[in-house]
């Protein structure tokens, strides 16, 4: 058995970037994801790597557009106002396709809202968020380990599309205590003959997001393209629990799949056939495998913890005879499970009016 | 033909420096962005460092400006070259990452990027270029706008009341304990763009010499926005520019006039 170690999901995400070979990190304090920024401060300079602290998330955010023109490894990590702030730097990293890992860890919202665990940033991660044509991937962690794991995952996949990466977290995986086994680190990085290193031995390397002449730009856009496709049919990543006689499916991601878990085992345990999917990867959505799904269940459930923004994905999903109802938190309150399974039963006592 | 008058001609006297690339020229007649190119361009040739230079552009008519330039460079977002080249010198710190930033980029919207880059001292240089108006969106008012000064948002002049007061970079920049040298000069006349040339190249030198963060303000003609013909634009800005931003150095620590008295002295 690997040795688990108690620890923090925020601590998690910031050892699981430095298994990962972050070479940089860039970040401003917010609640509730400082300690993030405040174990790297020390991990990162012990491990010989640029850590800094910035003027604010726009500054943190193009810090690591610099930081990942020179091929370094880098991040940011910050949280729902913060990382409104950051959606500027992330559509120009996009459109000079820059590779970099951006941990958000949400809080309530809209405005300062508070510092509870929220999901409301939803729209705003998966379907570009900054201004033009763009998409970047979102992987959305459930445990501590995950959130290790997928900021691992998270810089991989940035590096093999030259895209940013979301870690889409909520405060209250943020602050959870969870055993959690340390992976072993990546130690070959990949070469970036792109990158901004110097003009020696070479011919200059230019990195930016402009073409003077309009009729030149639509073709760099198509590129752009091309990639979010190949994501789409090469990325999806869920997962599924008792799907096979589940006559409702909770669909949840993040902490709020936590509580669906549970939910769910309270409704089985109470005899009702309840299964759970659970999108990992938010963009690319997993439509396909949800709507195969839906081929022979007629009940979904969605539980999130915001006014109902995943219920929207779903929906594209579904057929229009498909039943899609919501039970959700919001403004930084989280979502138990007896809400959960109180809405399964609410659920299945109506008849299906169709 | 004398051997004499053989290597007369093949005397080169003047010539595109390496550093300068040969490409389709986008400024206005008379506009000063192309000298403040060159200048930068024969600097890192003569400093011989074109393979570790590295330009960050900015948003307005600096767009373009690592085209004109035969070495790394790369695009930032509006005001955030100096967070960029902060970056980048803090990843490869053999590189020489410069900022090229006009006065909207710098001090409007980019003014928490420069103080804070100035403030931490950072090792990077910037080149700022100050025509006291917004070039590539067709002349509104600017941070550096003079007051009474036309432009195409304010249509009777620059009113304080309506639009505040002209910032003065160097002046302001210069209260910080951070930055190494600190210099405001005119490409006006050959004697100003001498003088021009001899701070930028003491500002590369600077962060060559790891003494911390230098920046070169340029004052610089504007003559299509400024609605006048190139040769009284250069005049307008002796008249009304100079006043306002006196040229001269505004922070040079000891070790950066060691530098300048030194060998090979700007």
Known sequence: MPKKTLMAGNIAIAEGAILAGCQAYFGYPITPQNEILEHMSKRMPEEGRVFMQTESELAAINMVYGAAATGYRAMTSTSSPGFSLEQEGISYMSGAELPGVIVNVMRGGPGLGNIGGAQGDYFQSTKGGGHGDYRIINLAPASVQEMMDFTMLAFELADKYRIPVVVLADGFLGQAME??????????????????????????????????????????????????????????????????????????????????????????????????????????????????????????LVAELSLGQLIEDVKLAMGVDKRVELVNQYGGVPLSAEEILEAIKKMIKQPIGR | MTKLETSELDTVLYRRPESLEDYHLHFCPGCGHGIVHRLIAEVVDELNIRERAVCVASIGCSVNVYHYLNFDGLESAHGRAPAVATAIKRCRPHLIPFTYQGD???????????????????????????????????????????????????????????????????????????????????????ATVKKAKQAIKLAFRTQLAGLGMSLVEVLSPCPVNWRLEPVEALKWLTENMLPQYPLGEFKVIEAVAALKKGAGGA
Request: one cysteine or more; proline letters at 8%.
């Open chain 1, 179 to 300: 055993p959690a086994v340390m992976r072993e680190p990546v130690t070959e990085l990949p070469g970036k003959a792109w990158a901004i290193t110097g003009a020696q031995g070479r011919s200059k390397n230019i990195i930016n997001s402009f073409e003077m002449e309009p009729v030149n730009f639509p073709s760099r856009v198509k590129l752009l393209l091309q990639k979010f496709d190949k994501i789409r049919r090469n990325e999806v990543r869920y997962e599924g629990l008792n799907l096979d006689d589940a006559t409702l499916v909770i669909v949840a991601y993040g902490s709020a799949s936590r509580s669906a878990l549970t939910a769910m085992k309270m409704a089985r345990q109470e005899g009702i056939p309840v299964g759970l999917f659970r999108p990992i990867t938010l963009f690319p959505f997993p439509y396909e495998p949800l709507s195969n799904l839906a081929q022979r269940v007629n009940d979904f």
């Open chain 2, 104 to 190: 909207g980029d710098l001090a409007a919207i980019g003014t928490a990027e420069i103080v804070h880059a100035c403030a931490r001292g950072e090792n990077i240089t910037t080149i700022f270029v100050n025509n006291a108006i917004y070039g590539m969106t067709g002349g509104q008012m600017a941070p550096t706008t003079l007051i009474g000064m036309y432009s195409t948002s304010t249509p009777g002049g620059r009113k304080p009341p309506l639009s505040g007061y002209p910032i003065r970079v160097c002046e302001m920049l210069s209260t910080l304990d951070g930055p190494a040298y600190i210099a405001r000069v005119s490409i006006h006349n050959p």
